[in-house]
């Protein structure tokens, strides 16, 4: 099945369109097969949202976007399975916010990392003037023993502000502890991930990439003090309360 195989007024659309591109990329070799799951357990937390963006989603994504911003080294951090589903949305947010964009994995090898960065290039990284780094690897991340500790210097591991969507939770930890401001994207607000963020996005990241994206436009010509305004007032503990609370209460359709 392709994309326009799928119908958008079919009531699964978004649900189709996310598998297909998670099995797409395990074909073209930038997705491994455990993305394959971590895709389903997020599918099952997207559902009880009812497969929407929440208002305090929203908000953080707002959020997420005046601290990008606010960033003097911003980076996006990129996995297989943000490179299968949304490469051309993370390109696009990268050059609204003059961010790096860093290919990290779990499962690493030279043919993944390789084939990602070409992926993204392909979705017009090249173009839009968007660095794509992680294959230089000469630093690495402090308490991970893991290939995910492996990264740029003059990346993640120069960055101030991080954006690490679908993570897992040590290395989100791992990055905490270095000092670096982390933007996750977690449709679990239990998670480690979403718990040391200091933006958690509970949000599908087939929205809220594209959500941060058009926030930060909107943004592009806000004082430095109302962006620091608008991360001031953002509530990362309200926010998660919210979207366990909508979890919780969701309506099986």
């Known amino acids: ?53 929440t208002d305090s989603a929203d908000a953080a994504e707002r959020a997420a976007a005046a601290l990008l911003l606010l960033a003097d080294r911003p980076v996006l951090s990129v996995n297989g399975n943000v490179a ?29 990392m390789a084939a990602i960065a070409g992926h993204l290039r392909e979705h017009g990284a090249a173009e839009a003037g968007v660095e794509i780094k992680g294959l230089t690897a000469d630093a690495r991340i402090p308490g991970l023993e893991h290939e995910r500790s492996k990264v ?31 933007i996750v994207i977690d449709l679990n607000p239990l998670s480690r991930s979403a718990q040391v963020a200091a933006i958690p996005i509970v949000d599908n990241i087939i ?8 926030h930060a436009e909107a943004l592009r010509e806000a004082s430095r003090e109302e962006l620091e305004g608008i991360v001031a007032d953002f509530d990362r503990e309200a926010a998660l309360s919210a979207a366990e609370d909508a979890i919780r209460s969701g309506d099986l359709e």
Do not use: C
């Open 1 to 53: 099945m392709s994309e326009i195989d799928v119908p958008e007024s079919h009531p699964r659309y978004q649900s189709l369109l996310t598998r297909h591109r998670i099995e797409a990329g395990v074909e073209k070799g930038i997705t491994s097969k455990q993305g394959l799951i971590a895709e389903g357990r997020g599918e099952a937390f997207d559902y009880l949202l009812g497969e929407r963006t």
């Open 84 to 112: 299968a589903l949304v490469p051309g949305e993370i390109v696009e947010l990268a050059a609204a916010v003059d961010a790096d964009v860093e290919v990290n994995l779990f499962n690493r090898t030279d043919e993944r």
């Open 152 to 182: 740029d210097a003059d990346g993640i591991g120069a960055a101030d502000v991080v954006l690490v969507p679908l993570e897992d939770g040590d290395r989100a930890e791992a990055l905490a502890a270095m000092g670096k401001s982390e």
């Open 207 to 214: 929205r809220a990439v594209p959500n941060v994206t058009e």
